[in-house]
């Protein structure tokens, strides 16, 4: 069992849809949502998982499939 | 008393002790250094900083680093110059330059380092890491080695060998990942999780970042503990930009420093330019871009800081432009060719943002305005390629050398 936080930005297709919902009952995966900003044209949410590695794996694989931008709660680590 | 009084979430105030963390538990909000103003005001002066070495140690009791022992790679305390034939050229009366190109390893990434290099010798960690394309690589390198530590770096492994020669040298572990670039983050992110490093822009990074604050101290010392009416600063992940900001806003809350709060302009390559976006679109949410700049230590699409850069434009009354890649090079020549200075890509960026902004009528020609110029040109050196003039070639003898004098460019700076 192991948590990684996220945080997915949603594009204006995806903003009213129950994605994180739908994840939930997918996979094996419990979320936990901690801060948010959802407006009419877009949204993000930071949240943790908890579960399995691989189902993680799956699950967030599954999100970016369904058009969902995942990136770590860091930001973007690579500098220059 | 410390000077600390531990991390607090910028989201929801939240306070915890000054430990290597970097997430707020409750909000997962970000965490940054707190500090007792009171007990600070009673250690530092303008005469006690003025008294200490010529480096960013100088503004120790102004930084979250405990104890006397500092290992010290002499990073920081570097000139400020008054850019005269820079500001003739932009139609500009007082224009200086921050010239942060001649770092121990020739970025502005040596302060933060510093700051991340001693915090992890205080915590008890034998690595210190970081994933880069570049300047942090070098940094993270280099002061491993002076202080002891394991450097460990992540590139992408499609890096050109070129960007790495620099850091390779002190002898760090780099590891190349094959992967996208959004791989390469994710794995990083997941290895600051699971290890116990010293991982610079993960869970040291409330500490590493307030290293930049020191650009902001040393230009209001070098202006005679004045503040600058601007300051061009350049956005990658936006964290030198909250600094500067937080750094100005220090001196003049302690009374080491007068004058206004600096106007912050937000200077990215249109290529990479989230924050400039949203700026445009008057909104506070970044949207991330992939980036596809020749600016590449500005190359950051998700950039971390990128909301807290929005709020201190506008609370600044500042402003934020993007420029070209060919106006980028235009920025590194017209800098070179003003006042002698080669720089990076980056510091191609902030001239030509001046630049830009100068000819738009939307910076006043008599303020005083500081252009932060963070890394040297010599690591980015296939960005001029085929943007130069060619050596004049003469057979040799002196009516073919006298022929070739004709035809040499003339001076764009000097009386």
Same mark, same amino acid.
């Given at each position: ?5 996220? &945080? ?11 994605? +994180? #919902? ?11 949502? =901690? ?6 044209? =877009? ?10 590695? *691989? ?13 969902? =931008? ?11 | ?19 290597? /963390? ?10 940054? !250094?707190?500090? *007792? #103003? ?5 250690? %530092?002066? @303008? ?17 979250? %680093? ?35 190109? !001649? ?5 502005? &990434?040596? @302060?933060? %380092? ?54 390779? !040298? ?36 409330? #500490? ?8 902001? #101290? ?16 350049? +956005? ?6 909250? &600094? ?68 201190? /434009? @506008? ?7 993007? !420029?070209?890649?060919?106006? /980028?090079?235009?920025? /590194?020549?017209?800098?070179? =060719? ?76 000097? @009386?």
């Amino acid at each position: 069992m192991i948590k990684r936080r996220v &945080k997915f930005t949603f594009p204006p297709d995806l903003v009213t849809q129950p994605v +994180i #919902y739908s994840m939930g009952k997918q996979f094996n995966v419990v979320t936990n949502i =901690r801060r948010a900003n959802v407006t009419r044209e =877009r949204g993000w949410v930071v949240l943790e998982l908890s579960g399995e590695e *691989d189902e993680i794996t799956r699950a967030l694989e599954w999100a970016r499939n369904q058009g969902v =931008r995942v990136d770590p709660l860091e930001g973007d680590i690579l500098a220059g | 008393m410390s000077r600390v009084t531990g991390l607090s979430c910028r989201e929801c105030g939240t306070l915890f002790s000054a430990t290597p /963390i970097h997430v707020c538990e409750l909000c997962f909000g970000p965490l940054e !250094v707190s500090y *007792d #103003y009171e007990v600070i005001g009673a250690q %530092v002066s @303008r005469a006690s900083i003025a008294a200490g070495p010529p480096s960013l140690w100088r503004y120790k009791a102004l930084l979250p %680093v405990e104890g006397d022992r500092l290992v010290d790679t002499h990073a920081g305390w570097t000139p400020l110059i008054r850019a005269e034939n820079l500001g003739r050229a932009l139609g500009l009366r007082d224009v200086w330059v921050k010239n942060d190109t !001649v770092n121990p390893t020739f970025s502005f &990434k040596d @302060r933060p %380092v510093s700051i991340a290099a001693n915090k992890a010798l205080e915590f008890g960690f034998d690595t210190i890491a970081c994933a880069s394309t570049g300047n942090l690589a070098g940094a993270v390198a280099a002061a491993g080695a002076k202080a002891g530590l394991r450097p460990v770096i992540f590139i992408p492994a499609d890096l050109e060998p070129s960007k790495i020669g620099a850091a390779s !040298v002190y002898g760090p572990t780099v590891v190349a990942v094959d992967g996208t670039y959004d791989d390469v983050n994710r794995l990083c992110s997941e290895i600051g999780d699971t290890y116990s490093w010293a991982f610079v822009n993960i869970n040291v990074r409330p #500490y590493y970042s307030e290293g930049s604050k020191t650009l902001a #101290y040393e230009v209001a010392e070098q202006l005679g503990w004045q503040t600058p009416d601007r300051v061009v600063v350049p +956005i990658a992940s936006g964290s030198l930009f909250t &600094k500067v900001w937080k750094g100005f806003n220090e001196l003049l809350k302690l009374g080491l420093a007068t004058g206004p709060r600096p106007k912050m302009v937000a200077a990215q390559a249109e290529g990479c330019s989230p924050v400039v976006q949203a700026y445009r679109a008057r909104t506070l949410n970044v949207q991330p871009v992939r980036p596809r700049t020749i600016a590449k230590s500005l190359a950051i699409g998700n950039p971390a800081d990128g909301y807290y850069s929005l709020k201190i /434009i @506008r609370e600044s009354g500042g402003d934020a432009e993007a !420029v070209s890649d060919a106006e /980028i090079i235009e920025g /590194i020549k017209l800098l070179a =060719r003003t006042e002698g200075i080669f720089a990076e890509t980056a510091g191609g960026v902030t001239v030509a943002t001046l630049k830009k902004l100068a000819e738009a009528g939307r910076v006043d020609p008599d303020e005083r305005i500081v252009v932060y110029v963070t890394g040297n040109g010599l690591k980015t050196l296939e960005a001029l390629a085929g943007q130069l003039a060619e050596p004049i070639r003469i057979p040799p003898s002196m009516s073919a050398f006298e022929a070739a004098l004709t035809r040499s460019p003339q001076p764009v700076g000097g @009386r």
